[in-house]
């Protein structure tokens, strides 16, 4: 998860191996799913008819609590056969992304997707022409029909907010043009920039791209370079800046039409509506990450001492304090992937063993292979991992990551129907997290070297300040701009750039050098075009595992006993809720400022580790 980037991943492509001279041990195994393509085609017949089936069933649910039921069965009988049909072809492309047959089978399945939705298009409206205590009243006396009461009160509870069948019409007639700002942004800033070429300390010349740059940033040891690199990729931002602030007022406007047209009060409250968050998640998120500021500027100090720097500025907080190249083989990871997880238990680890031995994931890149990584939750089979695995830190992190989301599938698809099985991003992002986190304390309890300690700490120091920090900076910022159009005030290119310089002084006060460009940092984030008010869950789920982490590791024994009980249960409840009771009832409250000083205090923790670590090594 790089939330900072624009775009481009960039991929090493040399000594790559050819799939088939890959070991089957490191590579998925998805006979698990279907024996081969003539079984997926039976199983998207099947998903045909029952798709034919359902649409047959329209004008059925007033007829009382049995045809309901069965109406619900069936969708999630089709459900389940859409995880299957659609992965087998999803995860066979991506292990080789060229070949046309397979794209074309993928395909298929998403025609077939349009049409199940079509096909399925007159359920809602019909079960909410039945009054709400009707339909209670039925799963009240039809033990089937009760499992289904959160998916359906909640159901009642969003339609809220849906108009009338003519104002419903006009709204998606204007939905079709909604996505012009963003279409605009990824235009402008992608397939019609023009990058700069910079001339380096010593001697090339380079063509300054997205990955270019980060790559600048993350390596590059001196300073100048990095600030010319700076300098170039902002200027490519300045130059249309007027132009970024008309697209992003586009966002703003259209965001407040749709809260008003849904007769929401701000479009905060719109954007929380779905997941029932209340709005003071949100301040209290801003306002307790504001007063925790202490810790980051610490460490910022701290890297311009060790850095040796003179002045200490935004391009230099990416460079690594020490270098060491140490490799961390697959198989090592594997002895000690289910070794960090022991606070969570021996049938914890048990899954994750049997994971990693039964084929569930694939480990090393090959050519036309997807890149990055990511965890596929296959519902009645067991999930599967793609990695991209090349022995660095980042991918063992990576896979700790993925590996907590694997294991929130498991834990959620043993305990919960199908319908419950699928868990919110508001949720989502939790276990992985606490799977770093615990993955890291491991690390760093087996470390024997001072500088392999630095880097351990080091890498989860700047997780800390990308996925909480920053991520809750732009939060603030996205609010403060949709108010400006809420309040009816002027949007203009020196306003936003005026509220993003405010905000980055109000986090890193004089623990950072200012340059002018950085008032535009706004313009270049693809997130507040793409995605408004999205990102602020990345930092809830952080705060979250942060808090979840307190509890598991600390205090007594009988204390750590009933976190671990909590946090299972946590997983194990999927989506039969909203995700505010589920957390609160994991010992997780998002409405209280102890949530978010968690992070505070995790921070403050790793930073002064990596103080003693310094201090050891010079
Ligand atoms: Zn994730």
Redesign the pocket.
């Known amino acids: 998860?790089d939330l900072l980037s624009t775009a481009e991943a960039v991929a090493p492509a040399s000594e790559l191996r050819n799939r088939a001279d890959i070991p089957d041990r490191f590579k998925w195994d998805l006979a698990d799913i279907f024996p081969g393509w003539n079984e997926w085609q039976q199983a998207l017949d099947e998903l045909e008819a029952k798709i034919g089936a359902y649409a047959a069933r329209q004008g059925t649910l007033a007829h009382g609590p049995d045809r309901l039921l069965a109406a619900m069965q069936l969708a999630d009988d089709i459900g389940q056969l859409t995880y299957k049909v659609w992965y087998f072809a999803g995860l066979k492309h991506d292990e080789d992304q060229r070949d046309n047959t397979i794209n074309a089978k993928r395909q298929q399945v998403q025609i077939l997707f349009a049409k199940a939705s079509q096909a399925s298009a007159w359920f809602n409206p019909e079960l909410l022409a039945i009054p709400l205590p009707t339909v209670q009243a039925w799963m009240t006396g039809q033990p089937g029909l009760a499992m289904y009461r959160f998916a359906l009160e909640d159901l009642y509870r969003q339609q809220e907010h849906v108009l009338d069948e003519k104002g419903e019409h006009l709204l998606s007639l204007a939905s079709r043009f909604s996505s012009a700002p963003n279409d605009a942004y990824a235009a402008l800033s992608t397939a019609d920039v023009k990058h700069p070429a910079i001339k380096l300390s010593t001697g090339p010349e380079v063509t300054l791209t997205y990955g270019q740059y980060r790559a600048i940033l993350a390596t590059n040891r001196h300073q100048g370079d990095r600030a010319t690199a700076f300098e170039a990729y902002h200027k490519m931002f300045a130059a249309n800046l007027n132009t970024y602030a008309s697209l992003y007022h586009g966002v703003l406007q259209r965001d407040w039409f749709h809260s008003q047209a849904r007769g929401y009060r701000s479009t905060l409250d719109a954007a929380l509506h779905g997941n029932n968050i209340p709005p003071a998640v949100v301040e209290n998120l801003i306002e307790t990450t504001k007063a925790g500021t202490g810790p980051l500027r610490r460490y910022h100090r701290l890297r311009k001492r060790v850095l040796g720097l003179d002045t200490y500025h935004n391009y230099d907080a990416a460079i690594p304090l020490v270098d060491f190249d140490h490799k961390y083989p697959y198989e090592h990871v594997q002895e000690w992937l289910p070794a960090s997880v022991a606070p969570l238990g021996a049938d914890y680890q048990g899954h994750m063993r049997d994971g990693l031995a039964s084929r569930w994931i694939d480990v090393y890149e090959n050519p036309g292979k997807r890149s990055g990584a990511y965890s596929a939750p296959v519902y009645g089979v067991h999930p599967y991992m793609l990695l991209n695995y090349n022995d660095t830190l980042d991918a063992v992190f990576t896979l700790a990551?993925?590996m907590?989301?694997s294991m929130h599938t498991i834990l959620s698809s043993a305990h919960q129907p199908f319908v419950y099985s699928a868990y919110t991003i508001f949720i989502?992002?939790v276990p992985?997290t606490l799977s770093e986190a615990l993955f890291l304390e491991y690390m760093l309890a087996h470390a024997t070297d001072d500088r392999e300690r630095i880097v351990l700490l080091q890498h989860a120091i700047d997780g800390i300040v990308g996925t909480f920090y920053t991520q809750v900076l732009f939060a603030d910022y996205e609010l403060q701009a949709h108010r400006l159009v809420e309040e009816g005030r002027p949007v203009t290119s020196d306003g936003l750039s005026e509220i993003y310089f405010n905000l980055l002084k109000t986090y890193y006060g004089d623990a950072m050098d200012y340059d002018e460009l950085l008032r535009i940092t706004w313009s270049r984030i693809p997130h507040f075009y793409s995605t408004p008010y999205y990102v602020y869950q990345y930092a809830t789920c952080f705060a979250s595992s942060a808090q979840l982490m307190k509890q598991l590791t600390t205090g007594s024994d009988a204390d750590r006993a009933d976190a671990v009980g909590r946090y299972l249960t946590l997983l194990k409840s999927g989506g039969s809720d909203h995700p505010m009771p589920l957390l609160q009832r994991a010992g997780v409250d998002l409405s209280k400022p102890e949530t978010v000083r968690a992070v505070v205090d995790q921070l403050d923790t790793l930073v002064t580790q990596l103080e003693h670590a310094i201090a050891k090594l010079s």
Do not use: V
Request: glycine residues 12%; hydrophobic residues 25%; without cysteine.
């Open positions: 998860m990551h993925e907590g989301h989502a992002e992985s």
